[in-house]
């Protein structure tokens, strides 16, 4: 049974950092792309970012580029999304998703499978 487990959210400053992880079960992890995602009130599911499959390249939507990076480490089965100056418009559910993805093609949104439950993340002074 395929299982995501976010982890890692909470309220922090502006400015401030967060890394999230996304521990991962029932599936040969390093196989599948882990994607993630976040939706803030109101709004639609934004994509963020990914690791693709087989080589964990990772790959980022634009919004975030530069202030969030992904990592994946395999002997743990766990990705992560580091997060960086954060601002208040972060402040959304953060998801990680799965599916199998080679490349870029870990940024085709539409095509996960498998979800977690989601972590909140609050940034506010």
């Known amino acids: 049974q395929v299982q995501l487990r976010e982890s890692g959210g909470g309220l922090v400053q502006p400015g401030e950092s967060l890394r999230l992880s996304c521990a991962a079960s029932?599936?040969?992890?390093?196989?599948?792309?882990i994607g993630w995602f976040r939706q803030a009130p109101g709004k639609e599911r934004e994509g963020l970012g990914c690791s693709s499959s087989y080589d964990g390249s990772e790959y980022y939507a634009d919004s975030v580029k530069g202030r969030f990076t992904i990592s994946r480490d395999n002997d743990v089965d766990t990705v992560y999304l580091q997060m960086n100056s954060l601002k208040p418009e972060d402040t959304a559910i953060y998801y990680c998703?799965?599916?199998?993805?080679?490349?870029?093609?870990?940024?085709?949104?539409?095509?996960?499978?498998?979800w977690g439950q989601g972590t909140q993340v609050t940034v506010a002074a």
């Open positions: 998703a799965t599916a199998f993805l080679p490349g870029s093609r870990c940024l085709s949104w539409d095509e996960y499978r498998w």
């Open positions: 029932g599936f040969t992890f390093d196989y599948y792309a």
